[in-house]
T-cell receptor
């Protein structure tokens, strides 16, 4: 079963627009929710992460919104640029026991058109 | 500082052959893991290790073995390769086995089984 569900599968945004990617999780023991960015031919790299004690975290143009009651979190990319074109993965992890492993969503391929 | 190093970068195997994918990190990280990446499936966890001498199964462990004899190395073994194991494999490491810290990924190994 898929513990972290991600949508959409692909996204096309115009330069300067807002890109929004959504994720939902099932296990309430998860307490760490990172987003990873992957360029073609490279390994994923951490973009931004949030813990459930806050509802929002912003780093530059990238913002995570977190809704603990709905078990959902999303990535917003403001003023999207062609250089943001990449695959984005959400993930979730707990601490100890069966949840002590980083579980990824299926990814979103973002294309920002100039 | 090399980070996470995977070898080889590319490999073609015949069905039934065995091989070992190498992964080494020089950051003294406790936690190491192996993922496979397939189109539309995201990154799926194969095996992980929370420290030397300790390994556990992830989401898709069948057909793969691992061991962790040192902190630095975490090889992934395919005992009898099958076409279904054609994929891109990523090794990742993070600092602490229980704390939710950033996962650093290698560049990946693209494996084709014919």
């Amino acid at each position: 079963q898929q513990q972290v569900k991600q949508s959409p599968q692909s996204l096309i945004v115009q330069k300067g627009g807002i890109s929004i990617i959504n994720c939902a999780y099932e296990n309430t023991a998860f307490d760490y929710f990172p987003w990873y960015q992957q360029f073609p031919g490279k390994g994923p790299a951490l973009l931004i992460a949030i813990r459930p004690d806050v509802s929002e975290k912003k780093e530059g143009r990238f913002t995570i919104s977190f809704n603990k009651s709905a078990k959902q979190f999303s990535l917003h990319i403001m003023d999207s640029q062609p250089g943001d074109s990449a695959t984005y993965f959400c993930a979730a992890k707990g601490r100890g026991g069966a949840t002590n492993k980083l579980i990824f969503g299926t990814g979103t391929l973002l294309a920002v058109q100039p | 500082n090399a980070g996470v190093t995977q070898t080889p970068k590319f490999q073609v195997l015949k069905t039934g052959q065995s091989m070992t994918l190498q992964c080494a990190q020089d950051m003294n990280h406790e936690y190491m893991s192996w993922y496979r990446q397939d189109p539309g499936m995201g990154l799926r966890l194969i095996h992980y290790s929370v420290g030397a001498g300790i390994t556990d199964q992830g989401e898709v462990p069948n057909g793969y073995n691992v061991s962790r004899s040192t902190t630095e190395d975490f090889p992934l073994r395919l005992l009898s390769a099958a076409p279904s194991q054609t994929s891109v494999y990523f090794c990742a490491s993070s600092l602490d086995r229980n704390m939710n810290t950033e996962a650093f990924f290698g560049q990946g190994t693209r494996l084709t089984v014919v």
